[in-house]
T-cell receptor, first 110, second 112 residues
Framework: LAKTTQPISMDSYEGQEVNITCSHNNIATNDYITWYQQFPSQGPRFIIQGYKTKVTNEVASLFIPADRKSSTLSLPRVSLSDTAVYYCLDSDSGNTPLVFGKGTRLSVIA | KAGVTQTPRYLIKTRGQQVTLSCSPISGHRSVSWYQQTPGQGLQFLFEYFSETQRNKGNFPGRFSGRQFSNSRSEMNVSTLELGDSALYLC???????????FGPGTRLTVL
């Protein structure tokens, strides 16, 4: 069973900032939060990973509050090509198998 | 640096046949994991190999097997194919066990 909970779907207009929240109430001390993006019939693409506070790269930002029980993936100024399924994973740094939930289906509208 | 490559990209088989899928990890990555993705069950872990040894195995029948070679390349085999084996099979590699995994494009297997 997935250790995270996230909305099933979200809609956004082009050019807007999109924030996808993820709950992970039972996150363990050694666990990281990892986000993947997946387009239909393609493999998941790594977006960002964090342990706490804020992480930013050229694609997205990840906010993790001090209690680490939730996190927010922020996608700035989305475009139609950002339409995809986004997965939030609570991954054990010492254990390999990733446990995927159903993800959040983001639809970007022109 | 080249990403994870998987061959073939598409495959059509009939029930009862067997199939072998191949995965070449990112250069320098020693851990390879396999996942199955179906509309009904989502992404599910099959197994993981590190240094030619199976380190973890998911909840799949013995018809699913795999191996890893000394150059870290990996193959998975499915014997006696069933209709329900139709899926996207994904390979992911990481530098070490537990590190960030990077996925390949997948092999789309259709069983008729």
């Amino acid at each position: 069973l997935a250790k995270t909970t996230q909305p099933i779907s979200m809609d956004s207009y082009e050019g807007q900032e999109v924030n996808i929240t993820c709950s992970h109430n039972n996150i363990a001390t050694n666990d990281y939060i990892t986000w993947y993006q997946q387009f239909p019939s393609q493999g998941p693409r790594f977006i960002i990973q964090g342990y706490k506070t804020k992480v930013t790269n050229e694609v997205a930002s990840l906010f993790i509050p001090a209690d680490r029980k939730s996190s927010t993936l922020s996608l700035p100024r989305v475009s139609l090509s950002d339409t995809a399924v986004y997965y939030c994973l609570d991954s054990d740094s010492g254990n390999t198998p990733l446990v995927f939930g159903k993800g959040t289906r983001l639809s970007v509208i022109a | 640096k080249a990403g994870v490559t998987q061959t073939p990209r598409y495959l059509i088989k009939t029930r009862g046949q067997q199939v072998t899928l191949s995965c070449s990890p990112i250069s320098g990555h020693r851990s390879v994991s396999w996942y199955q993705q179906t509309p009904g069950q989502g992404l599910q872990f099959l197994f993981e190999y590190f240094s030619e040894t199976q380190r973890n195995k998911g909840n799949f029948p013995g018809r699913f097997s795999g191996r890893q070679f000394s150059n870290s390349r990996s193959e998975m085999n499915v014997s006696t194919l069933e209709l329900g084996d139709s899926a996207l099979y994904l390979c992911a590699s990481s530098r070490q066990e537990g590190d960030t995994q990077y996925f390949g494009p997948g092999t789309r297997l259709t069983v008729l």
